[in-house]
């Protein structure tokens, strides 16, 4: 095999970005001053310059088989760049404060998006779990982040425990996969799969433990026991990245890996992922009724929303996964925005947590009230903000396969979600108020108007997006 | 016949030694039968041909992780029998799931089928004419190139979370600049005094830095010039 | 007789023999090492050294094997008695096989196997074994200690060692060690790769616990380290199996940087002397610098020999190898394995 045939340029934005992670490190450890606030800007950097070279979209298949690029992996790409862009900018002053400026913080952030980008574009399963490590050991070390802190520990532990298993199961599944066809490339097990007929138990077992694995990742039921904890112990700016970019990838590599590979092994797959998905709606909806800390409220939320999302690829159809991809996008800027609002919410310097302390945010400052409000009407799928939309086409794609009881669980766990939603939102304009919040820093507003901008205005312009969703979609049922 | 033979021998130690390692009182005892397990496995691989595989597992498995192992083993003061309390508590339980799992694997392994290459390949792991080691190279530097350098990313990252999670670097630690302490000169260190004889270091302008000063002694005179040397 | 020596029978005797030539002279070596260094010491302090037992004190080895096989073996309360005779055992066993693949002439090794430099590498990150099971089944404190300093060190310098080697590999084309020798026809490897060669063999001193990085045994500090505990025959084992170690660590120099058994120049003069000669000549030679730096450097601080290892020899061996690779595929000079 000759240099130009592994078509390596396909893999510029990864490699660039990888690079760009090693130079932070290098000059964070050689400067004698902390550097947090540095590396951050040039992580930042390093994410637009990726962004930039992921846009003009060279497509084809490299490195052996490998590593795909193609509409689908580039809009993830972009799509978890802006998030992990937007949780540094949201990091930046949160870290400073509860005393986490190290520059390693933005680093790890970074190696952690390429590792998502690799998800992103894995074609093998063995690039799938190389992408995978890489991403959640990042995750794990974040989340552990604050190390003085008992909670914060706890997290990363507990994450890592539970995280080391899915890792096992899911190379388990892939083991089982590779002995019962013969190939980890996906366009030669597409092709070994072509006749469900031939699939045997053993493979099925395989694909199973490989859902269960990313399934993990996303959080969706049952292996969604360490969210709440997680979200609640690790430090903040890390919760809002695990509630955006690091629930994109896996999704995305769990739509590519069920529609490429195992696409034609759509009945054996799809009644799992349906199971799931209520599992998750109804956990999600439920559990969140009864809690008092708004980490742990995003934990089960975005434990629903997963379910929401599952939807879309139960469907198995160029709408479904349409309707994932959008609805991925929405909620990425919904969440994010969420997380610049709690993670305004200090008094005095101290950090707060509780859903209580929220009350009278509509007199003492309208503006952060307004922006959560917007952001809670949008997670509840009000119209006409961006999760009405995510929802509308994730729904739409099972309606037309025929999925109905799917899509009323959907819209009725919907609605019982609405009632915690909206519950914030009471608390902030209708309790008694308490004493105002320290003023916000511009970093946290800057974010949180972005998301409040994308989330309200988004049904005024909501073709590029859909458009792009749409060609992504179409890659994975050529 | 031989290597059969050695094939023989070299699976039963390894077997047994495995089933040592899990079942082993002494913790120790129980890395040293890993240990043991390891080389049984490099020795069936060489039987296998994997000469390269053989040597490299013992390098890296005995010769460094299992090194790390028993350091750690040795270190740890774990109370075993403490850690054993619920075995019986939770014996049902975990055989339940166990003999779920083998029923499971039974059923899977029902409907076995090779994959049409293995058949074949299975009998010419090795192509003849290319070195086994540089049929390693070719898939691990040129065919899986980008898992490779992904997982040396993978290590990196365990490494910054390695030491971002434990390294508590104070900053008052005495670090020795060995440039600095290569580059001092006598002249930058060593005064020559001519001191009088009687004449006391006062007297001369030399003063130790806080060193209470006996009363000199007119003997020791000498003795503390001699110190600056 | 040749017919013989095809059946699997005769094979066996054939190797039997071979290691008998191969291990008595390398035992006798051994012990005439213990002599040397002592008159080298001796020498370079200006003192004689063993002059009493025979002439110039040349028997002076057999005289300590004598005493030590003549004491009793001490085993210490609380000692794990299995582990603790084990250890001296492991340690001389695994210093003697590693002698298989030594090539002391062109195809002179009783295994001439491909991959004869990675079964040196494993052997001797073996040797830490030895002393750890020894420090730990004493059930000492110093003895524990020295167990943990030294495997601390021997796993730090293994990873410059291994650069340092595949920096030879890639000049070569092969794991063979006949091979290795055979490249350095034009030119040893000590010449274009002479900062590697200083690194290996101040590696090789640290992986042999040698002075100054002697810090596993530590006289002054804890009293003799890992083998504080031990005396007589199995004290003996360790003592042999540390001298059999420096020869094999002066005969892997010598196979990777000074041209094995190659005459130097490879003219005239020089190659009327049989190659096993020179293989032994190259190997005192690296013998007699161990002995060298010991008299002369004092010993490592523990905090000095590790940054010694991470930060100067891994970086230092790293960027070399680097260097070396991009030399040979720029001008073309990679060789190709068959």
Redesign the interface.
Known sequence: MTWTAMNWTLAVPELVLACCGMGILVFGVLSKRETFQLCSMLTIGAFLLTGVLVLPGAYGVGYSGLFTSDAFSAFVKLLVLVAAALCVVVSLDYNEHVNLRRFEFPVLMLFCTVGMMLMASASNLMTMYVGTELMSLAIYVLAAFARDELRSAEAGLKYFVLGALASGLMLYGISLVYGFSGSMAFDKLAEALADPASASPGLVVGIVFIVAGLAFKVSAVPFHMWTPDVYEGAPTSITAFLGTAPKVAPMALLVRAMATPFGQLLVQWQQLIVLVSIASMLLGSLAAIGQRNIKRLMAYSSIGHMGYVLIGLAAGSVDGIRGVLIYLVTYVFMNVGTFACILAMRRRGKMLEGISDLAGLGRTDPAMALAFAVFMFGMAGIPPLSGFWGKYFIFSAAVQQGMWTLAVIGVLTSVVGAYYYINIVKVMYFDAPEEAFDPRPASLSFVAAVGGLFTTFFFVFPAPVVAAAEAAAKVLFR | M?ATLAFYVFAVILLVSASMVVSARNP?HSV?FL?LTFFNAAALFLLAGA??L???L??VY???VA??F??VV??LDVNFAQLREGFQRYLPVGATIGVVLLVELFMVLGGWKFAPEAASLRFAPVTPGV?N??QLGRLLYTDYFLLFQASGLVLLVAMIGAIVLTLRDKGDGRR?DISRQLARTAADTLVMVDVATGAGMKDVGILRPKVAEPEPVAAAHDHGHGGHH | MTEFLQT?LGILVLTLVQALLLLVPLLIGVAYLTYAERKVLGAMQLRRGPNVVGPFGLFQPFADAIKMLMKETVIPTGA?RL?FLMAPMLTFTLAMIAWAVIPVNDGWAIAD???GI??L??IS??G??GI??AG?ASNSKYA?LG??RS??QM?SY?VSM?FIMVTVLICVGS?NLNDIVNAQKTVWFCIPLFPMFIMFFISTLAETNRSPFDLPEGESEIVAGFFVEYSAMSFALFFLGEYANMILMSAMTTILFLGGWLAPFGIEPFTWLPGPLWFIIKVVAVLFVFLWVRATFPRYRY??LM?LGWKVFLPGSLLYLVLVAGVLVAMGWLPH??
């Open positions: 031989i120790v040293l240990i000469e390269f053989a040597m490299i013992v390098i005995v010769g460094a090194v790390l028993l350091f040795m270190m070195h080691t540089a020795q | 699997p794990n582990l196997i491909n991959v990675l079964y590498f494993a990150s073996l830490v074994y750890i099971i730990w524990f167990a943990l495997a601390a796993v293994e291994g794991l905090d000095q940054r394995a068959a």
